[in-house]
T-cell receptor, first 114, second 112 residues
Framework: KQEVTQIPAALSVPEGENLVLNCSFTDSAIYNLQWFRQDPGKGLTSLLLIQSSQREQTSGRLNASLDKSSGRSTLYIAASQPGDSATYLCAVTNYGGATNKLIFGTGTLLAVQP | NAGVTQTPKFQVLKTGQSMTLQCAQDMNHEYMSWYRQDPGMGLRLIHYSVGAGITDQGEVPNGYNVSRSTTEDFPLRLLSAAPSQTSVYFC???????????FGQGTRLTVV
């Protein structure tokens, strides 16, 4: 059974720091991995989608990498801002079957201090 | 540009009551799904649909029912609410396999 783990559960950094969030998964047979952002009391917003054949994706100050063989992904946030404060979730879609079922980690709560 | 719309945003139910959580998307997505989010448990899949007329169970389907009569709508029915169903419920949609998922704003349900 696929299990997704995110470490640390919470992180506090001063504004301007570069930071890395970690996501690991136990079964490397995945279609893709997505990183989401969730603000308090809100829904999830997709940040980056990495296909299983890709190594990384970039969007603005965000860069996500994927190493399927080791079951790891990282989300790199450059020059963090207070507006980046949120919970960051990663989710994988397993290989096999014609569905987009997402298996989520429990998230990393990020606080960027001004 | 509505995306995925969920109603209601908040609901309080008494044990044993039934209700329907509504979900609608305007992006013509084939795939729709329902998740519940609980502290320390992350998001877990309740039911999903790969197109109109096709539904299947996810990880935690007990106590919930779904149907998909149109591409746009995917309601979630609680048959007889229990306190264990107190949670935040999210509806999501995506176009086809291997594409990003879009989520609604969630329904916070409390069962007393």
């Amino acid at each position: 059974k696929q299990e997704v783990t995110q470490i640390p559960a919470a992180l506090s950094v001063p504004e301007g720091e570069n930071l890395v969030l970690n996501c690991s998964f136990t079964d490397s047979a995945i279609y893709n991995l997505q990183w989401f952002r969730q603000d308090p009391g809100k829904g999830l917003t997709s940040l980056l989608l990495i296909q299983s054949s890709q190594r990384e994706q970039t969007s603005g100050r965000l860069n996500a990498s994927l190493d399927k063989s080791s079951g790891r992904s990282t989300l790199y946030i450059a020059a963090s801002q207070p507006g980046d404060s949120a919970t960051y979730l990663c989710a994988v879609t397993n290989y096999g079957g014609a569905t987009n079922k997402l298996i989520f980690g429990t998230g990393t709560l990020l606080a960027v201090q001004p | 540009n509505a995306g995925v719309t969920q109603t209601p945003k908040f609901q309080v139910l008494k044990t044993g009551q039934s209700m329907t959580l509504q979900c609608a998307q305007d992006m013509n997505h084939e795939y729709m799904s329902w998740y519940r989010q609980d502290p320390g448990m992350g998001l877990r899949l309740i039911h999903y649909s790969v197109g109109a007329g096709i539904t299947d169970q996810g990880e935690v389907p007990n106590g919930y029912n779904v149907s998909r009569s149109t591409t746009e709508d995917f309601p979630l029915r609680l048959l007889s609410a229990a306190p264990s169903q107190t949670s935040v419920y999210f509806c999501a949609s995506s176009a086809i396999m291997n594409t990003e998922a879009f989520f609604g704003q969630g329904t916070r349900l409390t069962v007393v």
